[in-house]
C-alpha cells in the first residue's frame, strides 16, 4: 500500500516537472512581441520595395499604355546623334584645335570615353598626344566615314543599348591618297527621355592596308 502511495506521489511529481518544461519550452519557442513587431516590419518594407521595383520597371518600359513616350522617335534621334559624334570626331575636323573646339559637342552626342578615343584614332598612333595639355599631332582621317547604327530590343527608356559598326578612312597625311581602312565597333547607352548618353566605349578590330 505504502508502495503504490509512493509510486502515485512519483508520478505526480514526474507530470508536475514535464508541464514545467513545457512552460518553459513553450516560453523559449514564443518569440517576443517586438520581434514579432520587427519581422512584421522587414516583411511590408520588402513588400514595398518589390513593389515599388516592378512600377519603376513598368513605367521604364516602352510598353507602358499609359505613357506617351514616342519610341521609335526617340530611337530615330539618338542615331542622328551617333552617326553626326562619329563622323565629327573621326575624319570630320582638320587638326587638334578644331577637335578642342567641338570637343563639348561631340562628348555630348557620343560620351567623353569615345570622343577622347576619337582623338587619338585621328593621327598616327603611334604617338603620344594629350588632350587636356593641348598637345597636337598630324590629322590623318579622311571625311569618307560610314557608321552603321541599331539599337537593342528596349525593355527600359532610361537606359537602351545602342550599338554603331564605323568604316574610316586614313591617308599617308601627305595627300588625299587612301592609304589603309579601319572599322570599329561603339557600345552606348542612351536615356531616351532626355537624349543623354549613360555610357560609351569604342573599339578598333581591323585594319586593311590599300596596296
Known sequence: MKSESNNLKV?????????????VLACLKYPKTNELEGVRNQITATNKEIQDTKESAKNASPLNNQSNFNLKYSEGLVQDKVNKGIKMGLGGLKNTQEYNDHKKEISALVGENIANKMY????????????????????????????????????????????????????????????????????????????????????????????
Open 11 to 23: 508520478t505526480r511529481i514526474t507530470m508536475m516537472v514535464i508541464a514545467i518544461l513545457g512552460v
Open 120 to 211: 587619338k584614332m585621328n593621327g598616327d598612333p603611334d604617338l603620344t598626344y594629350d588632350l587636356p595639355k593641348r598637345k597636337s599631332f598630324k590629322f590623318l582621317l579622311t571625311k569618307n566615314t560610314v557608321v552603321y547604327t541599331a539599337f537593342e530590343r528596349v525593355t527600359n527608356i532610361h537606359d537602351a543599348k545602342v550599338l554603331a559598326v564605323v568604316k574610316y578612312q586614313m591617308t599617308d597625311g601627305n595627300s588625299d591618297k587612301v592609304q589603309s581602312e579601319h572599322l570599329c565597333i561603339a557600345h552606348l547607352e542612351y536615356d531616351l527621355t532626355n537624349q543623354k548618353v549613360i555610357y560609351s566605349q569604342l573599339t578598333p578590330f581591323y585594319k586593311s592596308i590599300n596596296q
